[in-house]
């Protein structure tokens, strides 16, 4: 089953605006672990910001933020003052806390952001 | 210098061939793993290694076999190539000890089976 759900395959923003991406996740566990990472149209994947379930604030790293609701099983992430080089796909991952699978991610289908001028 | 190396970036081949996707690592991490990603589908977990003597298959591993040569070498191979197995294959490492547990992605395997 899947357990990481991005409903949005592809967005358009306009430059300078802010865009949130939407990812919901599905677990039984306490402990887990929730990831965003960037990919470019050069294919590399690059880490861009984690949120631990037991944080209480919700992670910020430069122009990301990652907006956590544990209640609802979501972890959104949003992008400020977007810029084109932030133009690439954008994936969710999850890494559940579970003895044998600490490590072990479960990634999204990703959703392709664009940035016009 | 890349942490995460592959070898090759590219590769075009044939049904039936046998062929084997290198991966290499510097950052000292003792998990490897290899995944597959595909249009609309994300990256999919093929088998992970959480060390020299541990593998383990994920989601989606039959028609790929895995062999961790050393803490720093995890290869991907496909016994007998087809057509579906085309697609962009990362290794990744990930540290045990590390703060997010994040993994660290080599750039990726195009490959494609013809």
């Known amino acids: 089953a899947q357990k990481i759900t991005q409903t949005q395959p592809g967005m358009f923003v306009q430059e300078k605006e802010a865009v949130t991406l939407d990812c919901t996740y599905d677990?039984?566990?306490?402990?887990?672990?929730l990831f965003w990472y960037k990919q470019p149209s050069s294919g590399e994947m690059i880490f861009l910001i984690y949120q631990g379930s037991y944080d209480e604030q919700n992670a910020t790293e430069g122009r990301y933020s990652l907006n956590f609701q544990k209640a609802r099983k979501s972890a959104n992430l949003v992008i400020s003052a977007s810029q084109l080089g932030d133009s690439a796909m954008y994936f969710c991952a999850m890494r559940e806390g579970a003895l044998k699978g600490w490590g072990k991610f479960q990634f999204g289908a990703g959703t392709q952001v664009v940035v016009t001028p | 210098d890349a942490d995460v190396t592959q070898t090759p970036r590219n590769r075009i081949t044939k049904t039936g061939k046998r062929i084997m996707l290198e991966c290499s690592q510097t950052k000292g991490h003792d998990r490897m793993y290899w995944y597959r990603q595909d249009p609309g589908l994300g990256l999919r977990l093929i088998y992970y290694s959480f060390d020299v003597k541990d593998i383990n298959k994920g989601e989606i591993s039959d028609g790929y076999s895995v062999s961790r040569q050393a803490q720093a070498k995890f290869s991907l191979s496909l016994e007998s190539a087809i057509p579906n197995q085309t697609a962009l294959y990362f290794c990744?490492?990930?540290?045990?000890?590390?703060?997010?547990?994040?993994?660290?992605f080599g750039p990726g395997t195009r490959l494609t089976v013809l």
């Open positions: 990744a490492t990930s540290a045990l000890d590390s703060s997010y547990n994040e993994q660290f």
């Open positions: 677990t039984s566990d306490q402990s887990y672990g």
